[in-house]
């Protein structure tokens, strides 16, 4: 145990600025999301572009990906969340059967598609693991983007196989960033259900 706390703070000591300017963005995206705060886009936008960089060096190229996809995702989540001219902001709220099928779609058929991807194009040591965790962050931040109480569920299995493989892959701010994303995102499912009650309430008083 001992020496593995050992190899964690050397790895730590090693990481760069730019590692750590990407976690700082990431940690502040998330509290932001958190409190259902627009203001979780521009600091994704900005831990994503950054973090296309390492997983290329690290050599976890479907992260990379992700980390691509996040970008895209959250300019398109940073307009659905505005509020547009004589309509209403987006709503918290669960997600419908065909939102399902769409998280669903993206979870599987983009882990299959992200494998062959891998094993094809790509010398990847981990193509399994790395699509997996891919495809589900996928699928959760699809929800995030529509504002779904269930993206906190998602997105908590895809931090749930990306802790270990981050540690693996030598990146272990990324990993214990990670955890503390796993733990936040319990929190923010509970906050977004209060949300979502507290709409529910507004409702009906109107």
Same mark, same amino acid.
């Given at each position: 145990?001992?020496?593995?706390?050992? /190899?964690?703070?050397?790895? *730590?000591?090693?990481?760069?600025?730019?590692?750590?300017?990407?976690? !700082?963005?990431?940690?502040?995206?998330?509290?932001?999301? &958190?409190?259902?705060? *627009?203001?979780?886009?521009? @600091? #994704?936008? $900005?831990?994503? @572009?950054? =973090?296309?960089?390492?997983?290329?060096?690290? #050599?976890?190229?479907?992260?990379?990906?992700?980390?691509?996809?996040?970008? !895209?995702?959250?300019?398109?989540?940073?307009? *659905?969340?505005? &509020?547009?001219?004589?309509?209403?902001?987006?709503?918290?709220?669960?997600?419908?059967? %065909?939102?399902?099928?769409?998280?669903?779609?993206?979870?599987? $058929? #983009? #882990?299959?598609?992200?494998?062959?991807?891998?094993?094809?194009?790509?010398?990847?040591?981990?193509?399994?693991?790395?699509?997996?965790?891919?495809?589900?962050?996928?699928? $959760?931040?699809?929800?995030?983007?529509?504002?779904?109480?269930?993206?906190?569920?998602?997105?908590?299995? =895809?931090?749930?196989? @990306?802790?270990?493989?981050?540690?693996?892959?030598?990146?272990?701010? +990324?990993?214990?960033?990670?955890?503390?994303?796993?733990?936040?995102?319990? +929190?923010? +499912?509970?906050?977004? %259900?209060?949300?979502? &009650?507290? %709409? %529910? /309430?507004?409702?009906?008083?109107?």
């Amino acid at each position: 145990m001992h020496q593995w706390l050992e /190899l964690l703070a050397e790895q *730590i000591r090693q990481t760069t600025l730019i590692e750590w300017l990407a976690v !700082i963005l990431g940690v502040a995206e998330v509290l932001l999301a &958190r409190k259902n705060n *627009i203001l979780l886009y521009p @600091a #994704g936008i $900005g831990g994503s @572009a950054i =973090s296309i960089i390492l997983f290329i060096k690290a #050599g976890l190229f479907a992260d990379a990906g992700l980390s691509f996809y996040y970008v !895209i995702v959250s300019v398109y989540g940073w307009i *659905i969340w505005s &509020r547009r001219k004589n309509e209403p902001p987006l709503q918290v709220a669960y997600a419908s059967k %065909q939102e399902w099928l769409m998280t669903l779609l993206i979870a599987f $058929g #983009g #882990g299959i598609a992200i494998y062959w991807i891998l094993i094809t194009f790509t010398p990847s040591t981990v193509p399994i693991m790395d699509a997996w965790v891919t495809s589900s962050a996928w699928a $959760g931040t699809w929800l995030l983007a529509r504002r779904r109480i269930e993206n906190w569920v998602i997105l908590n299995v =895809s931090n749930l196989f @990306a802790i270990p493989l981050l540690f693996y892959k030598h990146l272990p701010l +990324f990993a214990l960033l990670t955890l503390f994303l796993f733990v936040i995102a319990i +929190f923010g +499912f509970f906050d977004w %259900q209060k949300v979502y &009650r507290k %709409q %529910q /309430l507004q409702t009906l008083v109107h």
